[in-house]
C-alpha cells in the first residue's frame, strides 16, 4: 500500500469538474465533518483487487439491469422505508445498501482503500452538495427520476427551499418514501410511478424544471428512446445525468478496460453521450457540459455526468 493520502479542496475539485473555491463554498460542511483519507493499492493487495474485479466478468456472477430487477427494488426500498419509519427521522437510513462500508474502491484511475468505511457514502453526500450548487440551483423544480431511496430527494428538499422536489421511480416504495419524508419533515416533495420503458404523457413537467437522473438510467441499457423522446416533448430548463458513461472509458487502459465490460456485462447504460451528441449536431439540444469522473464503487466509475438543455428547435430531418 502507498503511504496514506487526502482527497483536499483541489483534489475533490478535480475529480468533480469544477474549482477549488466552488468545492470551499458549497461543501464547506462535509469538508470539515468527513475524513477522506485513503491508501492506494499497488502490488499483490491491487493484483487481488483486479482479480476481483475480472471474475466478475464469469457468467451469473452479476445481475443484470432490466425490468426483471423491478422487485429487487421494490424490496430495497421497502426495507429502507421500514428503517426510516424506525428511525424517528434519520436520513441515513435511506442510503442505499449497496453502498456497503469498508469496501475498495476506483479513485483516479487506481484501486484505494479508505481510512473511514464510509468514504463511499461521505464522497456521495459532498459530491451532491457541489453538484446541487454548480447544476442544481435556481429552479422552481426539480424532478429526480429513478430516485429510489430518496436520500437525494431529501437532501435537495432540505437544500434548496423554495423549489418543488418531485422523485419517481418504478417502485411503489420510492414513492411511500417520499410520503413519508412529507409527513415527517413537512417538506414541499412529492412523486410517484414511472417507467423509463414508458413514460407517462400524461406527467407533465413544470415550466422551468431542472431534471436529475442519478444512477438510474444505468439501468435501461440501450433503451433511452423513451425517455430521451419524454423530456423533448417537456422542455425541461436543463437535465443532468449522472451516470457511468461508457463513452468516456478509455479501452487501452487496463482498470478501464476491466471497468467497461463490468459495466457491459450489467446491461448498463449505453449510447447515451452518442445519442446527445447526435441531437447537438442536429441543433435539438445544447451540451452544456460532459465530464469523467474518476471516483467509482468497486467496479466501475459511477459518478462521470452530462448535462444538457432542449433548444426546442426541431431535428433535421434524414
Ligand atoms: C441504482 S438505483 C439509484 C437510486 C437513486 N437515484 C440513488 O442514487 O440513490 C436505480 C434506480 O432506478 C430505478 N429504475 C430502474 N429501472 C427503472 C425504470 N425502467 N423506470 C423507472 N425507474 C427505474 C430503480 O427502481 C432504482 O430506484
Request: include cysteine; hydrophobic fraction near 40%.
Amino acid at each position: 500500500m502507498s503511504d496514506p493520502r487526502t482527497l483536499d479542496a483541489a483534489a475533490l475539485a478535480a475529480l468533480f469538474g469544477g474549482s477549488e473555491s466552488q468545492v470551499r463554498q458549497w461543501c464547506a460542511p462535509q469538508l470539515v465533518a468527513f475524513d477522506f483519507g485513503y491508501h492506494v493499492l499497488d502490488g499483490a493487495t491491487r493484483d487481488a483487487c483486479l482479480l476481483e474485479a475480472i471474475r466478475r466478468l464469469d457468467p451469473y456472477k452479476v445481475s443484470v439491469a432490466g425490468a426483471d430487477r423491478k422487485p429487487e427494488w421494490e424490496a430495497g426500498w421497502s426495507e429502507n422505508l421500514a428503517e426510516f419509519l424506525a428511525s424517528d427521522g434519520d436520513l441515513d437510513a435511506l442510503v442505499p445498501k449497496y453502498i456497503r462500508p469498508g469496501e475498495w474502491i476506483r479513485l483516479n484511475g487506481a484501486y484505494v482503500q479508505p481510512t473511514d468505511p464510509h468514504f463511499v457514502k461521505n464522497y456521495t453526500k459532498t459530491f451532491r452538495a457541489w453538484l446541487m450548487g454548480r447544476f442544481l440551483t435556481g429552479y422552481p423544480a426539480l424532478y429526480e427520476f429513478g430516485c429510489g431511496s430518496c436520500s437525494h430527494v431529501a437532501a435537495f428538499a432540505a437544500g434548496l427551499p423554495g423549489c418543488r422536489v418531485h422523485g419517481f421511480d418504478w417502485a411503489d416504495a420510492s414513492a411511500r418514501i417520499i410520503d413519508a419524508l412529507a409527513q415527517r419533515f413537512g417538506w414541499q416533495v412529492g412523486g410517484g410511478h414511472f417507467d423509463f420503458f414508458n413514460p407517462d404523457p400524461a406527467l407533465r413537467l413544470e415550466p422551468g424544471a431542472v431534471v436529475l437522473t442519478f444512477g438510474a438510467l444505468e439501468q435501461v441499457g440501450e433503451r433511452i428512446g423513451p425517455f430521451l423522446d419524454y423530456l423533448l416533448a417537456n422542455m425541461p430548463a436543463r437535465c443532468v445525468h449522472v451516470e457511468g458513461l461508457e463513452e468516456l472509458y478509455d479501452d487501452d487502459d487496463l482498470l478501464d478496460a476491466v471497468a467497461v465490460r463490468y459495466h457491459r456485462k450489467r446491461n448498463y447504460l449505453s449510447g447515451l453521450v452518442s445519442r446527445l451528441r447526435e441531437l447537438e449536431r442536429q441543433g435539438v439540444v445544447e451540451i452544456e457540459a460532459l465530464h469523467r469522473h474518476r471516483f467509482g464503487t468497486r467496479f466501475d466509475d459511477t459518478f462521470s455526468y452530462v448535462v444538457w438543455r432542449p433548444t426546442g428547435r426541431a431535428g433535421r430531418q434524414p
